[in-house]
């Protein structure tokens, strides 16, 4: 079995420095971890990719061609679409090593995740290799400080959840970046709670009104079924890191095969006592 993060969100929202500091974590642990980069307009980030959608194609290539003439974001979709038609490439630059855990470095354009088939079909891809694969949402916790900001991010993770159907983890980034009150705004909405998140809809006036009660719906919907929830990652606390590691591991079952060796090995073990005890009878 291989493992898999897709690691997505809008422009801006932490992926690339989430890679490197989820993979320096790993490494840190003594296991092994590869980050590939597939955004094909990136142009830095801080750790080595050992793959790279650049080396099949850049987005400039796609805006250049005189043809296709894209600007940058739909010359950004054209890229993923051809990295799908050149599956064969990707297929061998990830080779088949058995235990492998990668982390996808994916580009910031939201509409790729909320309702494009592209990255449901790299995924779908991945798992037909053999992979356990997770969707990672990235949401800058800066925008989410307040009810109407916080339901439209909720809602955006809800299409995101509902076009990809993979198992699947929001993640409020930047955490470090907010101040005390902020955090505290925040920690009210974090426990699904209408009331705390209707506190900011102003309702004066009749169109306030109406979408008052729209966002009542919504939350008491969020609130009612936990549909989405959020974890707060602070990517400079190991502990914050450690959390999330354990929630996304769990879903995606690294670390379960050791587990079964483990169990393998107290069978084993119980056997051959056994074994002792009836010799000594
Ligand atoms: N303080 C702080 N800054 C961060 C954090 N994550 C990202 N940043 C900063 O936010 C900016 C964008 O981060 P990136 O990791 O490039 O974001 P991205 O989602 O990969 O961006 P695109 O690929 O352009 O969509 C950079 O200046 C980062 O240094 C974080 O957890 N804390
Ligand atoms: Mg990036």
């Keep these: 079995m291989r493992y898999a993060q897709l690691v997505m969100g809008p422009a801006g929202s932490g992926k690339s420095t989430y890679c490197s500091a989820i993979a320096e974590h790993i490494e840190n642990e003594k296991n092994s971890v590869m980050v590939v980069n597939l955004d094909p307009a990136a142009e830095r980030f801080k750790y080595t990719p050992t793959v790279d959608i650049r080396e099949l194609i850049h987005v400039d290539d796609a805006m250049d061609d005189e043809i296709l003439h894209f600007g940058p974001n739909g010359g950004l979709v054209f890229c993923m679409e051809y990295l799908i038609e050149n599956q064969d490439w990707l297929r061998d630059q990830l080779g088949e090593d058995d235990d492998d855990y990668i982390l996808f470095d994916l580009p910031g354009q939201i509409e790729l995740y909320t309702h494009m088939k592209t990255v449901k079909q790299l995924a779908e891809l991945l798992q037909n290799w053999g992979f356990n694969v997770c969707s990672v949402m990235l949401v800058d916790s800066q925008f989410m400080v307040d009810g109407p900001k916080f339901i439209s991010g909720t809602m955006a993770a809800l299409s995101v959840m509902i076009n990809l159907e993979l198992p699947h983890v929001n993640v409020l980034s930047k955490m470090d970046l907010l101040s005390k009150t902020a955090r505290k705004h925040l920690d009210n909405y974090l426990e699904p709670d209408t009331r705390a998140l209707l506190s900011d809809v102003k309702s004066n006036t009749s169109w306030g009104k109406k979408y008052r009660y729209l966002s009542k719906c ?14 707060p990652l602070n990517i400079k606390d190991e502990d914050s ?21 483990m169990t393998d090995f107290d069978q084993q073990d119980s056997d051959d006592n056994a074994g002792g005890v009836e010799q000594f009878e």
């Design 218 to 231: 919504i939350g008491r919907m969020i609130e009612d079924y936990s549909l989405v929830q959020f974890v």
């Design 241 to 261: 890191i450690s959390g999330l590691l354990y929630t996304i591991n769990t879903m995606i079952q690294y670390g379960e095969d050791q587990d079964v060796r």
